[in-house]
């Protein structure tokens, strides 16, 4: 079976980062305390550096980062 491309992985990684955008939402309408994760947990280390894929990743890594974040203070807050 081949390895998926890394086309294939930023797909992925969107999908997984929705998945947890929607339980972050969830967490803080329940007033429950979010599980936080790394981004690099979403995606393989090969695509931070790849010529095509590096910078969408690690925009997306910061951004997810700063929404973690702000989901984090938002349940300290409710």
């Known amino acids: 079976m081949p390895r998926?491309?890394?086309r294939e992985h930023a797909f992925e990684m969107r999908r997984k980062l929705?998945?947890?955008?929607d339980a972050?939402?969830?967490?803080?309408?329940?007033k429950t305390a979010p599980v936080t994760v790394p981004a690099t947990a979403f995606l393989p280390p090969a695509m931070?550096?790849?010529?095509?894929?590096?910078?969408?990743s690690r925009n997306t890594?910061?951004?997810?980062?700063?929404l973690?974040?702000?989901?984090?203070?938002?349940?300290?807050e409710v």
């Open 4 to 6: 998926p491309s890394l």
């Open 18 to 21: 929705a998945e947890y955008v």
């Open 24 to 30: 972050l939402a969830e967490g803080i309408v329940k």
């Open 48 to 56: 931070l550096d790849d010529p095509r894929y590096g910078e969408y």
């Open 61 to 66: 890594i910061a951004r997810f980062e700063e």
């Open 68 to 76: 973690q974040s702000f989901a984090l203070m938002l349940s300290h």
